[in-house]
């Protein structure tokens, strides 16, 4: 019996990794040199058991994850640590790649025909999300209260649910998740913090107070670019860091 229950959890490790290994590949897909230009990215914590360092970036003589993300339930979420890398930077190939592979990842692997919400992100980038085939409006805060029935993929900035009036839309949007839906969040939250210096980046910043029961959170760490202004992919990044 010890020997049966230690092979399944042996067997329950190795297809988590698997699982790990092949979201990453999937939202990395033919992308190896991200640009955000103007921007400074910030730094994404992964702690989640079903969670995945995505891509990293500079931090002193470290690196830390720029983008990180994690099953949860049956659905998925992502966190990128800025909305730059989705604006103008989308006239760059890898970019407007990782913009059609975000969403599809966290619609469950469905290239096309997403239903797809965006709050307060750059035109840009409904314009390449609605290229590639899905169906992609824009929405107002007080509009997000997602069903399955009305929208696969939920993209938000890292303040988008911000202040009270939005405790109830949170609550919402994490169980949507857990049944099926599919999460993207963006923005650097040190300059969040910089604005908000009265305010607890764990839970006063909505998206921390969606991501972190899932396993992932927004750090106030300032990430840098590589000597030639990009973010290279690095071969293996760690499978979760914090």
Known sequence: MAFLLTALMCCSVLQAQGTQADDRAVIAAGVNRLVAPGCIPGD?????????????????????????AIRHGRGRAAAIGHEGFFGAALAHPDNAALARNLPSWAGGGRTSALRIG?????????????????????????EVRPTPSALDVLWLGQASLDGPMHRAAIESVREWVRRGGGLI???????????????????????????????????DGLLEADADGAYAREPEPPALAS
């Open 118 to 142: 965006l709050v307060g992100q750059d035109r840009r980038l409904l314009q390449v999300l609605a290229a590639a085939g899905h169906s992609v409006r824009d929405l107002r805060a007080a």
């Open 44 to 68: 994404i914590a992964v702690f989640g058991e079903r969670g995945v360092v995505v891509w990293s970036a500079r931090s002193g003589g470290a690196r830390l994850p720029v983008i990180g």
């Open 185 to 219: 969040i963006g923005g650097p939250a040190w300059g969040w913090k910089q604005l908000n210096p009265e305010r607890r980046l764990e839970s006063d910043h909505s998206g921390n107070a969606l991501l972190i029961p899932m396993g992932l959170a927004f750090g």
